[in-house]
């Protein structure tokens, strides 16, 4: 069983992608929400954390220094959009995007050893 999470060193997620999500998931339409003034209109139906978007994305929740040790500052409040990221070989699946994520920081592609394992069981 996996011991660690990469994620808490890594973050580059959150500094590549844009983070888009239905208004509804803010605390103005959901009571513990994401914050709203941590999000900004696209348009009528949707919001996006602010610094997600353009040339040199970084989510405004985003605290420490991507792959050294990071957090999600609303981690409990995070959207449905980073709720469903998955990092890459959790259950042992490759994320692709994740590891475009990270080479984009500079960062190797995620291996077992990052989740403190020797390797994962092959699927029949």
Not at 10 to 16: E, K, M, R, Y
Not at 40 to 66: S, W
Not at 113 to 123: L, S
């Amino acid at each position: 069983m996996p011991v660690s999470n990469p994620c808490v060193r890594c973050g580059a997620c959150c500094a590549f992608f844009r983070a888009s999500f239905y208004w509804g998931e803010t605390e103005s339409g959901t009571p513990g929400g994401v914050p709203d003034d941590l999000t900004e209109k696209i348009n009528d139906f949707r919001v996006q954390m602010k610094g997600t978007r353009g040339l040199n994305p970084r989510c405004v929740a985003l605290t420490g220094e991507i792959g050294r040790s990071v957090a999600c500052a609303i981690y409990e409040q995070r959207s449905s959009v980073c709720r469903a990221f998955p990092p890459s070989l959790q259950d042992g699946v490759v994320n692709e995007d994740c590891n475009r994520a990270r080479a984009a920081h500079g960062l190797k592609p995620v291996t077992p050893a990052d989740w403190g394992v020797e390797d994962f069981p092959k699927a029949a």
